[in-house]
């Protein structure tokens, strides 16, 4: 093999790494301990093609939930505040477990 070859094929394996794409890895939990611990085993999810990572939050005095996992349902964030209740919805993609509580 020639050195130019080895270049070729040096660049190409270069230029193809660069165009793969990661999946982004998310938190998924839908089921939520006090001080934010998730009940199940930490899990996490790869988005597919047109997901984001979701973190959903709902406070009602001492009641809180909360989900965390890929979905394509995904808006801008949102913030809802009434006398009682904070709902927060927000969708990221800027970097893997970016949905992390």
Known sequence: MTKVTKIIILLI??????CSVEA???VKCT??????????????????EGEKCLLLKLSTGNYH???????SHCS?????YTKNIHLHLSCC????SCNKL
């Open 13 to 18: 394996v270069t230029i193809s790494l660069l």
């Open 24 to 26: 982004l890895k998310c």
């Open 31 to 48: 089921q939520f301990l006090p001080l934010k611990r998730c009940k199940s085993s930490k899990a996490t999810c790869e988005t597919k």
């Open 65 to 71: 939930i909360a989900v965390q996992k890929c979905s």
């Open 76 to 80: 801008n964030a949102i913030d809802y």
């Open 93 to 96: 993609d800027s970097h893997s």
